[in-house]
């Protein structure tokens, strides 16, 4: 399996593109969230898929940040379907309210002849908490994580051999995610900025962590490996050095910090 991040950055980042992501197995591909808009498709090339590849989708919550990629790959994929240059089925799971908002704006920006597709070839599935898929050849089991903003989804994906990888979303984690987090050999956690300039970013007030935070997290939670995504684009530069330092200092794991395009080998 591997990771490749399509994009690592928060909301407003200008330097980098915001947090989305591909997951791969045995050339099995899962789209996580989509970004803020048709920069997907240039990144999906760039990291060297074709777009058409993204038969599983999962899309975490209704942010414009992670949602509005999502539209353009809907609008993508039926109108090639349309024009019978896609061949096959694809899937979109999100919770209900993510479904119905994808559902509605479908309808409203595209043709009838392009919506019609959706519900025969386009599967747009509404997932609860707990509930479990099979994505990309991997048990994949869904879970609310208690967001006070925005409903949103994590997921944990069986990786076999009694290892697991653990998506918190974009928020702080929470104890309802405990039995999912803990022991994973791959987490995945947001960090806004840096403990040391919290002050400058303000990430408590606008519910997130910091590198500081995650570290903690990690080591109490005995992972492994520990993704830190979803950052300021201000230390673009020297991101990599400046959030491992920090982490480091509370997780005795492997810290990634990585930059767009990268890929991860799991």
Request: hydrophobic share 35%.
């Amino acid at each position: 399996m591997k990771i490749t991040m399509l994009g690592t950055g928060n909301a407003l980042v200008t330097e980098c593109y915001n947090t989305c992501f591909v997951l791969e197995n045995e050339k099995k591909c899962l789209l996580v969230d989509g970004g803020g808009g048709n920069t997907v498709l240039r990144q999906l090339k760039l990291a060297g898929y074709d777009w058409m590849d993204m038969r599983q989708i999962f899309v975490t919550h209704k942010h414009v940040d992670h949602l509005m990629g999502i539209v353009w790959m809907i609008r993508m994929i039926c109108q090639y379907m349309r024009q019978g240059q896609y061949q096959g089925e694809a899937w979109i799971y999100g919770h209900d309210e993510v479904i119905a908002l994808l559902k509605d704006m479908a309808g409203k920006l595209l043709s009838g002849k392009e919506t019609c597709f959706i519900g025969s070839r386009l599967h747009m599935e509404t997932v609860r908490d707990g509930e479990k898929k099979t994505l990309i050849g991997k048990e994949t089991t869904f879970f609310d994580i208690g967001s006070t903003k925005a409903k949103q989804y994590g997921f944990c994906m069986d990786m076999g051999d009694g290892e697991k990888l653990t998506c918190c979303g974009d928020e702080p984690y929470s104890d309802c995610e405990e039995i999912y987090a803990r022991n994973s050999k791959w987490l995945l956690h947001e960090a806004f900025c840096l403990y040391d300039e919290a002050e400058l970013f303000h990430p408590y007030e606008k519910h997130h962590s910091t590198a500081k935070d995650a570290g903690e997290l990690a080591e109490k939670l005995g992972v492994k490996n520990l993704i830190l995504y979803h950052t300021e684009d201000k230390n673009i530069l020297k991101r990599r050095e400046l959030y491992t330092a920090e982490g480091k200092k509370y997780f005795h794991g492997n810290i990634y910090v990585p930059e767009d395009l990268e890929t991860i080998e799991l």
